[in-house]
């Protein structure tokens, strides 16, 4: 079936310092959705890209859709303690006709924790 | 102003004993989605309402189901919980299918089984 790689699975972060993560995918995903989630709460929609090359800003985080479709990065500038968290890689791929599941719902990545520098 | 809403936040059941969490959402979405999210992983779905078409995915186990009532509502059914089950619970919508990339998650319903 379709994965994400998402990497890396962890990083500690000191205040100030920027951050930056990424998906891969050995098949072609229309569009890339980019997650947080806080401890005991859902997954909160930070960014969403439909196109190849798109660059996406949202406040502090930029995130790409890569050409070749199957690749998205995120960066998070000067990072601040509230960005402590599980951020999840999300896309929705194109239609697999030996995939066994519902087509046109979300893989997710497995997530990478950042983390307070102690 | 939440606009979609678990409860309970945490659930305690026993080991055996049939247990439901709720979902209910104020966006009129036409599509629910229940997903299973174990600690340090992503979420995994088990399966989706688009409208009152129920879609189950293939490698969910049939000790699972659910129910969509109405448009607002739906329901996660564990009929006999194991220990395995024991995880967070996650609701999401979308407007539609075209637009299942774009999902709104609930704040979950942690589930116990002792």
């Known amino acids: 079936g379709q994965q994400l790689n998402q990497s890396p699975q962890s990083m500690f972060i000191q205040e100030g310092e920027d951050v930056s993560m990424n998906c891969t995918s050995s098949s072609i995903f229309n569009t890339w959705l980019w997650y947080k989630q806080d401890p005991g709460e859902g997954p909160v929609l930070l960014i969403a890209l439909y196109k190849a090359g798109e660059l996406t800003s949202n406040g502090r985080l930029t995130a790409q859709f890569g050409i070749t479709r199957k690749d998205s990065f995120l960066n998070i500038s000067a990072s601040i303690p509230s960005d402590v968290g599980i951020y999840f890689c999300?896309?929705?791929?194109?239609?697999?006709?030996?995939?066994?599941?519902?087509?046109?719902?979300?893989?997710f990545g497995k997530g990478t924790k950042l983390s307070v520098k102690p | 102003d939440a606009m979609v809403i678990q409860n309970p936040r945490y659930q305690v059941t026993q080991f055996g004993k049939p247990v439901t969490l709720s979902c209910s959402q104020t966006l009129n979405h036409n599509v629910m989605y229940w997903y299973q999210q174990k600690s340090s992983q992503a979420p995994k779905l088990l399966f989706h309402y688009y409208d009152k078409d129920f879609n189950n995915e293939a490698d969910t186990p049939d000790n699972f189901q659910s129910r969509r009532p109405n448009t607002s509502f739906c329901f996660l059914d564990i009929r006999s919980p194991g220990l395995g089950d024991a995880a967070m619970y996650l609701c999401a919508t979308s407007r539609d299918r075209a637009t299942s990339y774009e999902q709104y998650f609930g704040p979950g319903t942690r589930l116990t089984v002792t």
């Open positions: 999300a896309g929705q791929p194109t239609p697999d006709p030996n995939y066994g599941g519902s087509q046109g719902n979300l893989i």
